[in-house]
């Protein structure tokens, strides 16, 4: 006798095999366009002459040390979050603010700012991101503050260390200033662009969307799935930080950190490494972008924006020089904002610089394409299925940019 189970069997033996599933095609992301766009184009202008040989040279020579920090860092900010580091941290945060919503805003805002001042910039933009959307699910709250919160602090706490953006390893070399004396010139507009950014969140997105009462039910501890990983990952981030610190030479402090993940996943995890960790993209886009920029200077790049900056000194001059920062960053973008205006300003002339600074690193938030941080976000929260309203992003962002630009380029002249 024949069973339901048997008939049902039969069937599928009979049926006729399932089509194979179609092949998906590799298509490349738009900013692999356009990282290798600029890469061919920066070549061209080498090696056409429209860039002289000379500066070609000294521009390459430059770049390569900031090239090797870039490359070191993301990848042991990659292997980090794959270790599950930040994974901890936030429901570690998620727990220590016991179901109160101001609570968690205060330390997740706090988390932000800490890893992009020691991890840079595109490692908030980039992990800690879905890392917040993914808290904001578990804990069935809106994501969008959480999100806002990342890109936000991302941008305007990436002042305080030369590692926390491209641009300020540029103006410190600039300036001259070693890390520890960069730090302490830049620590209170550092102070001042985080309490705006903060203040505006809450008030902005936090406050109008906390949930019923404040509170929320607190996630369980997250437990890392390979515990010698993790703890070999926050080693690695420890030795980063105190080799800045101690004024290690910042592309040497970031290769024998990630020496030390890497030795960590090669015993434990070796199928984690492959190529695809490398940041090729962001490697070429900034390589191309240099040669780019110092190209157009020469063509008349550098008349427009030494007259957009003036021949002010004193408060006017850092104002219109953050100001100057801040606009050609949402214009185009803030690295080749930075390196136009940087190549028109005197080298002595350092509150200029440093304000100018201010309006590359805090003023590339209304605009999308304003900083590279900020177009990854833009990626992550697409890919994670989240909508951020964008009037109102754009509206807040704007306001965020002038107002902590203001309070940044007020603060340097205190300390100038």
Known sequence: MRTWSDVKLAAVADAPPAPPEPTRR??????????????????????????????????????LPLLLFLGTVIVLAELTAVAGVFDVLASRLAI???????????????????????????????????????????????????????????????????????TNLLAADRVGLSPLAYAERMALPQLAAVAVT??????????????????????????????????????????FVAGIVAGVEIGLASTVALALVLLGFVVRSPATLRPGLVPVRLLLFVTGLFLVVQTLGRHGLDDLVSGLLGADGGALGALRAGGTGALLSNAVNNLPAYLAGESVLPA?????????????????????????????????????????PVTRFVVTSTVLAVTGTLAAVGALLLVS
Not at 35 to 60: F, I, K, Q
Not at 353 to 368: F, K, Q, R, V
């Open 198 to 239: 903060m203040a505006l969140l809450w008030y902005a997105w936090w406050r109008r969307e906390r949930p019923v009462g404040g509170r929320f039910v607190a996630p369980a501890r997250h437990v890392p799935a390979d515990p010698v990983l993790h703890r070999t990952a926050l080693a690695g981030c420890l030795l």
């Open 26 to 63: 590799w298509r490349p992301h738009p900013l692999d366009l356009v990282a290798v766009v600029l890469a061919v184009v920066g070549a061209a202008c080498a090696l056409s002459g429209l860039l002289p040989r000379a500066e070609t040279t000294a521009t390459v020579q430059r770049i």
């Open 96 to 166: 220590a603010a016991r179901g109160r919503w101001a609570a968690l805003f205060l330390l997740c805002g706090g988390l932000a700012t800490v890893t992009t001042l020691v991890l840079n910039l595109d490692t908030t933009a980039v992990l800690l991101t879905p890392v917040l959307l993914a808290l904001a699910r578990n804990l069935r709250v809106p994501a969008a503050p959480l999100a806002v919160t990342t890109v936000w602090l991302a941008n305007t706490a990436s002042l305080l260390l030369p590692v926390s953006n491209l």
């Open 348 to 388: 002595g002339d350092h509150t200029r610089l440093l304000a100018l600074l201010i309006g590359t690193n805090i003023g590339p938030l209304a605009a999308p394409w304003a900083s590279l941080a900020t177009l990854l976000w833009f990626e992550r929260c697409r890919a994670a299925g989240v909508s951020v």
